[in-house]
Each structure stands twice: as C-alpha cells, then as structure tokens.
C-alpha cells in the first residue's frame, strides 16, 4: 500500500492550500494519521495528526491556522492551510500508523513566497 500525497505548489503569503493524502488500497489497524513536513536542512517535523477516534493534535506554529481532517470511510487525509507564512515552506509529508506499521507518502512540495 502506497499513500498518495497531493495538492502542494506555490502560493503567496496568506494564501491558502488544501493537501490530500489517499492509500493505495485497504489499511487495517489504523491508530492515527498525520502530516510531516521538512524544509531544507532541517529535521522532519509533526504538523498534525488525527487518531482514529478523530483526536487532533498540532503543532504550536500551525494551530489556528491548519486543519487535519479525515474520511474514515476511504482512509483519505486532508490539511487545510490558511493564513500561510514563507516559514510554512517545506516539503510535506502524510503518515498513517496502523498497529502494525507505519505508511509514508512521498512528500508534497508547498512554497509561501512572493
């Protein structure tokens, strides 16, 4: 099973961005699902997750301006982004954590430049 990761690209400060994360097939087991995100020369980073019982948790720097959402049903993954910040630039990442591994997508490109 492959996550597919889309919905990256360029945008202006605060601009908006909707990213979306699906498997490739069925994943059994799933404990929480979240995005990663990685700017240059920097270590990868929570941004946000959603636990199967639809708990949210998000990073300091995101809250208030992101949303983690999830449709159980298909195991699809979204992050609304307002409000973005040239300090948002990175490459994003989603995650799904079953109880017996965890899944990667292969990063989605956001850059917040004018």
């Known amino acids: 099973v492959q996550l597919q990761a889309s919905g990256g690209g360029l945008v202006q400060p605060g601009g908006s961005l909707r990213l979306s994360c699906a498997p490739s097939?069925?994943?059994?087991?799933?404990?929480?699902m979240g995005w990663y995100r990685q700017a240059p020369g920097k270590a990868r980073d929570l941004v946000g997750s959603?636990?199967?019982?639809?708990?949210?948790n998000y990073a300091d720097s995101v809250k208030g301006r992101f949303t983690i959402s999830r449709d159980s049903a298909n195991n699809t993954l979204w992050l609304q982004m307002n409000s973005l910040k040239p300090e948002d630039t990175a490459v994003y990442y989603c995650?799904?954590?079953?109880?017996?591994?965890?899944?990667w997508g292969q990063g989605t490109q956001v850059t917040v430049s004018s």
């Open positions: 959603i636990t199967s019982r639809g708990t949210t």
């Open positions: 995650s799904v954590f079953s109880t017996y591994r965890g899944y």
């Open positions: 097939g069925s994943i059994s087991g799933i404990v929480a």
